[in-house]
């Protein structure tokens, strides 16, 4: 006997006039009060007012005109609006998603809606990135070429080329991203390297990442005491001026002497980055296939042998990339200049703290802008380099 087979329905929204009123009412109430919340959040009165109308629609009217006329503490201010926020970045983004969702299935039909659907997620982080990167960058060139007056200079890059204050600051930069980033991608393979032979490896590692969990300026004043310095004959808190005049030296002011001291941060860099470094080669080294390093092994090659000519070109992929994140992380460094160089004194100057005076302290945009230019400029290829090693390995294909 012949069987009859039923095909299943396939659920369709159909786009009727009154669910896409009703649909589009809803998305523009949503957009409503979330546009209300972003100026009641721009208010600071406004939350005092919201507590004070509460306090007098359940009969307490002697409370709410205290508040109106002291206002809240401002704590009660900050968590009332911490709460307020809360609810809006969460509960009320979610809703526009939803509505903005349905109101496109109760609008356009099944092909259009397919089409529109992706931008309704894919087109507020766009927008931001427009409106928060790409708007200030272009902003910013603009700004570099122009004077004072809004009329068009090279002044800007020539003070930032040839200024010896300048030059010194790039040459800080330079050496910071030598030996910060030829440091600790080093260090890093080294410890992945031995870290995998230990019986307690989680542990190891743990102690080793430690420090990444540490905010740079954090790890500035925990170093600074470390490399703190006294006059000879008195107690010495440094560690190191402990051990040095421990062994009848004469201390040394660490911090002060250049270029000692443009290395002495480098080393604080270095002991941030090195266990990024080595969690991210710890996994690499494990993805080399096991066959290949036993075969090596049965040919005779030593492990020092198998790391150098059979790990390493295997992960040199991961290395260029850990080499590259690290590059752009120190390429921006300033915390730890500010905080351990005390404002980039003592010849410790890079160009991310020359651009902060030049933007904050002297006010002169024209110049700042030029600097952040250039580290873009900078930036540009590295972040090139990256992606053409990721797509070579096949990441996001």
Avoid: C
């Avoid at 427009?130 to 960058?137: E, G, I, R, S, V």
């Avoid at 390429?331 to 004194?345: A, E, H, S, T």
Wanted: net charge positive; glycine share 10%; hydrophobic share 55%.
């Amino acid at each position: 006997m012949p069987v009859e087979t039923r095909a299943e329905p396939t659920q369709r929204t159909t786009a009727t006039p009154g669910r896409s009123v009703l649909a589009l009412a809803v998305l523009l109430a949503i957009v409503a009060v979330l546009w209300w919340s972003v100026g009641f959040l721009a208010d600071p009165a406004a939350f005092d007012r919201v507590v004070a109308g509460l306090l007098r629609f359940v009969g307490a009217d002697g409370s709410a005109a205290a508040i109106e006329q002291r206002g809240l503490t401002p704590v009660s201010r900050k968590l009332g609006s911490a709460a307020v926020a809360l609810v809006v970045g969460v509960g009320g983004v979610w809703a526009l998603f939803v509505a903005a969702n349905r109101a496109i299935d109760a609008t356009f039909g099944l092909r259009t809606r397919e089409k529109i659907r992706p931008w309704l997620f894919v087109g507020p982080g766009i927008g931001l990135i427009f409106l928060y990167l790409l708007l200030p960058m272009l902003g910013t060139i603009y700004r570099s070429f122009t004077d004072n007056d809004g009329g068009f200079t090279l002044s800007h890059y020539q003070f930032a080329l040839t200024d010896p204050s300048m030059l010194l600051a790039f040459r800080n930069n330079v050496l910071w991203l030598v030996f910060g980033t030829t440091g600790s991608v080093l260090i890093g393979v080294g410890f992945a390297a031995l870290v995998d032979r230990v019986k307690r490896e989680a542990l190891a590692k743990s102690f080793i990442f430690l420090p990444l969990s540490i905010s740079f300026v954090g790890a500035s004043v925990i170093w600074r005491f470390v490399y703190s310095w006294q006059p000879e004959g008195q107690p010495q808190t440094g560690l190191i001026n402990a051990i040095i005049t421990g062994f009848g030296f004469e201390p040394v002011p660490i911090l002060s002497l250049s270029p000692l001291n443009t290395f002495a941060l480098i080393v604080v860099m270095i002991w941030l980055q090195t266990g990024f470094a080595m969690v991210i080669f710890s996994a690499a080294i494990k993805s080399v296939p096991s066959e290949v390093i036993e075969a090596a092994r049965l040919d005779g090659a030593g492990e020092f042998v198998v790391f150098l000519r059979i790990i390493l070109p295997m992960i040199r992929g991961t290395i260029l990339t850990v080499a590259t994140a690290i590059f752009i992380a120190i390429l921006k460094v300033f915390d730890i200049v500010w905080v351990m160089g005390r404002g980039g004194n003592f010849d410790t100057e890079v160009v991310a703290t020359r651009m902060f005076k030049e933007m904050f302290q002297f006010q002169n945009f024209g110049r700042a802008s030029a600097l952040a230019v250039l580290l873009l400029l900078v930036v540009i290829p590295v972040m090139v380099v990256n992606i053409r090693n990721m797509n070579r390995q096949g990441v996001g294909a």
